[in-house]
C-alpha cells in the first residue's frame, strides 16, 4: 500500500494534474484511486515495439484503441509509407543513431542566399554543382532554397567537396557523395515515433492559458478548438470553468521531440455540457465522432472566420450606422482585421461573386436543402460564380468595400428564401457512420473513451480536492 502511494506522489504526470494537494493529501489520493479503480498508469503509453529487421525502414505501431498507423507515413497523403515496398529502398538508418549532425558542416539559408553562392564561398566548382543537379529529379530541385532550410556538407582532408546531405522531409532526406567512381545519390529515410500523450485543464482566464498550463503548444489548442467549433463558439460561449481532456501524440525523430501530432480523443465540457470526439478513420480518411457515431463535422461552420468579436448582431430592427435610420440587419457583422481569410461555411456552388456599389466584394454560395449563404465587404474575391468549394475553402479576405464603415464580414444565412440568425439557426446534423464500419468504429473508440473517463474523474478529483470539498483529515 505504502509503495502504491509513494508512487502516485512520485507519478509526474499526476502531480500535473493534482498539483502540491497530491503530496499533502498523499494518502487521501491514493485511497480514492484505489476505490475509483484509477491505475497508476492514468493512459498507457505506447508499446516499445523494435522493428521486425534491422534494415526496416518502417515500424508498425497499433496505438490503444487505434487503426495501424505506419511509422513514416504522410498522413492524409496516398503517398504514405508501404512496409513492403519501403523495405526495397536504399537506406542507413544505421548512420542515425547518434548525432545526425555529427561530423558535418551545416549551412542555414539566409535571406539572398544561393546554391551557386554557397559552393562559391566553401571552395567547390561550378562545373560541379551543375553535374550535381543533373543527377536525377531530386537533385534538379537543390536550387529551390527554402529560408532557414539546412544544408550539410563534408569535406575530404584536403578540403574538397565529398558529401552532401539535404532533408527533404521529416522521415527521408538524400545524400550527394563524390568517390573514385563519380557522383552517386542515395535515399536516407530516419525514424519518427508516435508517442501517445495526455493533458487536462480547466479554464480560468482563457483557453490558450488553460492549454499551456496542460503542457499543451498553441497549436495543439487550435486543433482542440478546430474539432468542436462546430458546436461551441470559441469566442463567445466559453466560460470562466469549462474544461477539457485530451489524448494526443508527439512525434520523435532520432530520440529527440520534432512536433505534435494528432489528437486521439478529446472532452469538452462548455457551461455544463459534455462533448466528446473519437479520431477515427473512415472510407473518406480520418474525421472525429461522437461516441455515438455520429460525425463532428457538421454541414456548415458556426462562424466561416476567425474573428476578433461581433460588432453587430442579427436585428431586424437594426439602426444603421452609416445610413442613419433603422434598416434590418439580416446578418451577423464579424468584426476582424483587414485581410483575414473567410470560408465558406458548407460545400456548395458560387451563384455570385461580384461588386456592388453597397455590398462591396462579396460572395453568394448556394448549399443543398435551399440554403444560401452570402459574404459582403471582401476586400478581395477568391472565387468566381458557377466555381464549386468546399467547407472551409478560403472564398475571400476581410475588407470595408462597399457600404461598410470598418473591416468586417457581413454574413448571412438564408432557408428557403428567408434570413435567419446565423449563430441559433438550428444546423443540419451530419450522417453517421455506415453500418458496416460501426463494429470497427466501437472497437477503437471503447478503449479511447475508457481513458478518457479516467483523465475525467482525476480531473474532478483534483478540482474538489482545490475547492476544499473533499477533506483531507
Not at 37 to 59: D, Q, W
Not at 147 to 154: A, N, V
Request: aromatic letters at 8%; a positive charge; hydrophobic letters at 40%.
Amino acid at each position: 500500500m505504502f509503495n502504491f502511494i509513494q508512487q502516485l506522489k512520485d507519478s509526474e504526470s499526476v502531480q500535473k494534474l493534482l498539483g502540491s494537494s497530491l503530496t499533502r493529501n498523499g494518502l487521501l489520493v491514493g485511497v480514492l484511486f484505489i476505490f475509483t479503480g484509477i491505475a497508476m498508469g492514468l493512459v498507457n503509453p505506447l508499446p516499445e515495439v523494435e522493428p521486425e529487421t534491422a534494415e526496416s525502414l518502417v515500424r508498425d505501431l497499433i496505438l490503444p484503441g487505434q487503426n495501424k498507423i505506419l511509422v513514416g507515413e504522410t498522413r492524409g497523403s496516398a503517398a504514405a509509407v508501404d512496409a513492403d515496398s519501403a523495405a526495397g529502398e536504399q537506406a542507413n538508418t544505421a548512420d542515425m543513431a547518434t548525432d545526425p549532425n555529427e561530423g558535418w558542416d551545416v549551412v542555414r539559408i539566409e535571406s539572398g542566399q544561393t546554391l551557386d553562392a554557397i559552393f562559391r564561398t566553401r571552395g567547390y566548382s561550378i562545373s560541379l554543382l551543375h553535374e550535381i543537379i543533373k543527377l536525377n529529379k531530386e537533385t534538379k530541385n537543390l536550387p529551390r532554397l527554402r529560408l532557414g532550410q539546412e544544408l550539410l556538407f563534408r569535406d575530404k582532408p584536403d578540403g574538397s567537396f565529398s558529401q552532401l546531405r539535404v532533408e527533404l522531409g521529416e522521415t527521408r532526406f538524400i545524400t550527394v557523395s563524390l568517390d573514385e567512381v563519380g557522383l552517386s545519390v542515395a535515399d536516407i529515410y530516419r525514424q519518427v515515433d508516435r508517442r501517445q500523450e495526455h493533458a487536462t485543464g480547466v479554464i480560468h482566464n482563457s483557453l490558450f492559458v488553460a492549454g499551456k498550463e496542460a503542457g499543451l503548444s498553441d497549436n495543439m489548442v487550435m486543433k482542440l478548438a478546430n474539432i468542436f467549433g462546430w458546436d461551441i463558439d470559441f469566442v463567445l460561449d466559453i466560460r470562466k470553468g469549462d474544461s477539457f481532456s485530451v489524448i494526443y501524440e508527439k512525434l520523435y525523430r532520432d530520440g529527440e521531440f520534432l512536433r505534435d501530432g494528432d489528437i486521439y480523443a478529446a472532452t469538452f465540457v462548455n457551461q455544463g455540457e459534455v462533448f466528446r470526439a473519437i479520431r477515427f478513420t473512415s472510407g473518406d480518411g480520418f474525421s472525429y465522432f461522437t461516441p455515438e457515431g455520429r460525425n463532428m463535422k457538421k454541414s456548415f461552420l458556426r462562424a466561416p472566420l476567425n474573428f476578433s468579436y461581433i460588432s453587430s448582431n442579427f436585428n431586424p430592427k437594426r439602426y444603421h450606422p452609416v445610413l442613419k435610420r433603422v434598416k434590418a440587419h439580416r446578418g451577423i457583422d464579424y468584426r476582424a482585421p483587414r485581410g483575414t481569410p473567410v470560408f465558406s461555411a458548407g460545400d456548395g456552388k458560387v451563384i455570385r461573386s461580384a461588386y456592388s456599389k453597397y455590398n462591396g466584394n462579396h460572395v453568394f454560395i448556394q448549399h443543398a436543402n435551399n440554403i444560401v449563404t452570402k459574404y459582403l465587404h471582401f476586400t478581395k474575391r477568391k472565387v468566381k460564380t458557377g466555381q464549386r468549394v468546399r467547407q472551409g475553402q478560403t472564398i475571400g479576405t476581410v475588407g470595408s468595400t462597399g457600404l461598410a464603415s470598418g473591416a468586417h464580414l457581413h454574413y448571412e444565412f438564408v432557408v428557403n428564401g428567408v434570413h435567419r440568425n446565423p449563430r441559433t439557426v438550428k444546423l443540419p446534423k451530419a450522417d453517421p457512420l455506415p453500418a458496416a464500419e460501426s463494429p470497427e468504429f466501437k472497437r477503437v473508440a471503447e478503449p479511447l473513451l475508457v481513458q478518457l473517463n479516467q483523465l475525467d474523474q482525476v480531473q474532478a478529483l483534483a478540482r474538489n480536492l482545490k475547492d476544499g470539498n473533499i477533506s483531507s483529515e
